[in-house]
């Protein structure tokens, strides 16, 4: 699970297994493979950061 932003400043979790695409336009969207699609404030390297830090910490768990 990740933290993101939406552009009214709420924050928000989302189940970074479930992400399908991060696309800027110039937004950031992230759509989910269940279809649903959120606009962020994080870049799309943010996206891929958190999405990094997140599977790291698991791997990391599992060892």
Same mark, same amino acid.
């Given at each position: 699970?990740?933290? &993101? +932003?939406? /552009? ?9 297994? /479930?992400? *399908? !695409? &991060?696309?800027? +336009?110039?937004? +950031?969207?992230? !759509? ?7 606009? &962020? ?14 599977? *790291? ?7």
């Amino acid at each position: 699970m990740i933290d &993101v +932003t939406r /552009l009214n400043d709420s924050c928000f979790v989302v189940n970074a297994d /479930l992400i *399908q !695409t &991060v696309e800027s +336009t110039p937004d +950031t969207v992230i !759509t989910l493979t269940t279809g649903a699609k959120y606009i &962020v404030k994080e870049s799309s390297e943010e996206i891929i950061d958190k999405v990094v830090a997140y599977k *790291q910490r698991i791997f990391s768990i599992l060892k």
